[in-house]
């Protein structure tokens, strides 16, 4: 979905009371009855106060009605949950304007943002789910308590779960973006300045940087970590120079990991297979776009295995689950992640999560309207220089307006 910010400039204190009352009280409610949202948002303005927001969100598309539902009430949309998580960014002064949308997929769309200095970052938004909503509830035994809001809930745990992989990775010197803040479903990275591997059409030498790929997956085992997707698309190219006014410097390629909500440990029940798919991605890449073939054959996870933990390195699967992110947690995301992978592939989606706007009484379209437009060089119709997209789109940056008192 196009994230607009636009509306946030004309949202009340009293509205926002509203669109998180709904979302809080969508833990434990697909619907939640109007009458919760009035006893949790305790507007001054009672009853009519909060209808008047009622009716203001639900223009705006913030939340939504359900068709044919047997009592009145409202349920959170995606957009819902972006601005509640735009608004927490805002009040800690880590995003200030939102720009073009760089990237999408099947579960996260990649934003340009800048915070109020202009300094660009990036804002990753989970979406699992996307899809459709009610593919995901088809089979979920594993959510249990929380079957309410499933999407609400997963796509939280994404982002719990990427973000704390991205700051143990920090932390340990790997070559990721540096991660700045986590608030609901969305993470706010730095921005890298570099292309994705697969826009790359050579390179000087493939042997060496293909060594430095597998060196990383080797590295990362020693931590106790698989990254579950090391392909094409998770792997940026930045050029390093330690003169850029120099035109014959020497330039080396630095490989930059990105998208860790897949990862797991080393010793997952299902390691060996996405230890393996990992090395054979990266192989199969650089016979097809490189022409090059390693004569050295592996590396084998059998291999890989003893060297975790060793020399007293951290393993940062169990220092991950220690800062927070549950076994439970790691459950419920991969099972929501394996069945949404295999709903797109049997393409599946239908388009319609069954809502009803507010303001009008017609059917609301599902809130994805051009999910898989993009080719495959990334190209969402913005311009694109050197394998970047542009920052700013014909609007510039929009700026988020937050009105006093929120």
Not at 5 to 22: G, K, N, Q, S
Not at 60 to 87: C, N, P
Request: hydrophobic letters at 35%; charged letters at 30%.
């Amino acid at each position: 979905m196009l994230l607009d910010t636009r509306a946030m400039r004309h949202l009340t204190a009293e509205d926002w009371r509203v669109l998180t009352a709904v979302e809080m009280a969508s833990k434990n409610h697909e619907l939640v009855p109007t009458t919760l949202i009035e006893r949790i948002a305790r507007l001054k303005g009672g009853t009519s106060g909060v209808h008047k927001s009622i009716s203001a969100l639900a223009k705006v598309g913030l939340i939504a009605r359900m068709k044919e539902a047997k009592y009145d009430g409202y349920r959170l949309s995606y957009g819902g949950l972006d601005y509640l998580a735009l608004h927490t960014h805002s009040a800690r002064n880590h995003i200030y304007s939102v720009g073009t949308r760089i990237g999408v997929g099947k579960e996260s769309d990649i934003m340009i943002v800048a915070d109020d200095k202009g300094t660009q970052k990036v804002l990753k938004i989970h979406r699992l789910g996307r899809i459709s909503f009610r593919t995901v509830k088809t089979n979920r035994d594993y959510l249990k308590k929380n079957q309410s809001a499933s999407w609400m809930y997963l796509s939280r745990l994404a982002a719990i779960k990427e973000y704390a992989f991205m700051q143990a990775l920090r932390e340990e010197g790997f070559p990721v973006p540096e991660p700045i803040a986590q608030s609901r479903h969305t993470i706010v990275m730095t921005l890298i300045d570099a292309p994705p591997m697969r826009q790359i059409s050579s390179v000087p030498d493939p042997a060496s940087l293909y060594a430095e790929l597998i060196a990383l997956i080797l590295r990362l085992a020693k931590h106790g970590l698989i990254h579950g997707d090391f392909n094409e698309f998770n792997i940026l190219i930045r050029e390093d120079t330690n003169n850029k006014d120099d035109p014959d410097a020497i330039i080396t390629l630095t490989p930059i990991l990105i998208d860790f909500p897949q990862m797991v440990s080393m010793d997952h029940q299902n390691a060996e297979m996405y230890f393996d798919r990992d090395v054979q991605c990266i192989k199969r890449f650089f016979e097809r776009r490189f022409h090059f073939m390693s004569t050295t054959p592996g590396p084998f996870f059998k291999d890989a295995k003893k060297t975790v933990g060793r020399g007293g390195v951290r393993r940062l699967d169990a220092a991950v689950e220690a800062s927070g992110f549950t076994k439970k947690m790691a459950k419920d995301l991969e099972a929501a992640i394996r069945e949404q992978q295999a709903k797109a592939k049997d393409g599946n989606a239908d388009g319609s999560d069954g809502l009803e706007d507010d303001s009008d009484g017609e059917e609301e379209e599902d809130e994805e309207e051009e999910e898989g437009s993009e080719n495959e060089d990334g190209d969402d119709g913005h311009q694109v220089i050197g394998g970047l997209a542009l920052v700013e789109s014909e609007e510039g940056l929009q700026k988020l307006t937050i009105n006093e008192g929120t």
